[in-house]
Each structure stands twice: as structure tokens, then as C-alpha cells.
């Protein structure tokens, strides 16, 4: 991995992977410290920085920088409004909250973006750190 930049380095580690014979296409993902990167090449293998073959374009025009928001505690969510894929967020912003025990835990957006996906519906039951939405970032 890149010393300069963790998460560079990251993203080139992981299109430096080489596919396994007869695989035409991956889509990898990788989750830590709040960020979700997904990575997914179409064709062909890729090889280092140098000469960069139309597959790596393919592979790096599909990164897109996502971010998941978790839940902070168990209990019963409740969103702040109907929310659906394609929905603009700004950082701060109130998605829901987590009712335990007669108190309300705001969910609020980590970052500018736009809901990519919903992953819990208003009213379900969730546990601590399951993953509430995902928000492609700007």
C-alpha cells in the first residue's frame, strides 16, 4: 500500500488484483473506519501503474466513494421523513433517530451526498452498528 495515502494506496491494491482465469468481471468491496469503497472490473487484468490498459479505465471510472451510516445503539429506528435512492443529503442532516428506552438517538448524515440506498425501513428493530443507509458521496 501507498505510504502517502492510505486509501490510495488501498484503491491501487486492489486494482492491481488479478482475476482468476475465465472470470470476465468482479465487483470487490471493502468496509473499514466508516467508508465503503466498491471496486469492480470488467475485463481483462490489470497490471501496475504503467500502461494502463482500457480495463483499468473501466475499473477506475466505476470506484464510487460511498459511505455507510450505522446505527449507534439498539433499538427501534424511526426515519425523519420517507427517504428513497436519489434523496440529496447534506452533512447534518436528521435521517431518523433510535428509540431505547424512552430516549432518542438522532441519526444524522456524515457527509454531503445523496442516498444511495435504504437499508432499514422506519419502525424495524436494528442493533448497534448495523448499517442504516449508504450515501454516495459528492
Not at 482465469?21 to 470487490?28: F, R, Y
Request: glycine content about 14%; charged content about 20%; cysteine-free.
Amino acid at each position: 500500500m501507498s505510504e502517502t495515502d492510505p486509501l490510495l494506496g488501498l484503491l491501487d491494491d486492489l486494482l492491481s488484483l488479478e482475476l482468476p482465469q475465465g472470470l470476465a468481471g468482479a465487483t470487490i468491496e471493502v468496509e473499514a473506519d466508516g467508508f465503503a469503497v466498491s471496486v469492480t472490473r470488467r475485463h481483462g487484468t490489470v497490471g501496475g501503474r504503467a500502461g494502463k490498459t482500457p480495463a483499468t479505465a473501466d475499473a477506475e471510472a466505476a470506484i464510487e466513494k460511498t459511505q455507510r451510516v450505522h446505527a449507534t445503539t439498539v433499538g427501534i429506528f424511526n426515519s425523519a421523513r420517507e427517504w428513497n435512492a436519489g434523496d440529496a443529503v447534506a452533512r447534518g442532516d436528521v435521517l431518523g433517530g433510535i428509540q431505547s428506552l424512552g430516549h432518542v438517538a438522532e441519526i444524522s448524515a456524515p457527509a454531503d451526498g445523496e442516498i444511495s440506498e435504504v437499508l432499514v425501513a422506519g419502525g424495524a428493530p436494528v442493533e448497534y452498528g448495523q448499517a442504516l443507509f449508504v450515501i454516495a458521496l459528492r
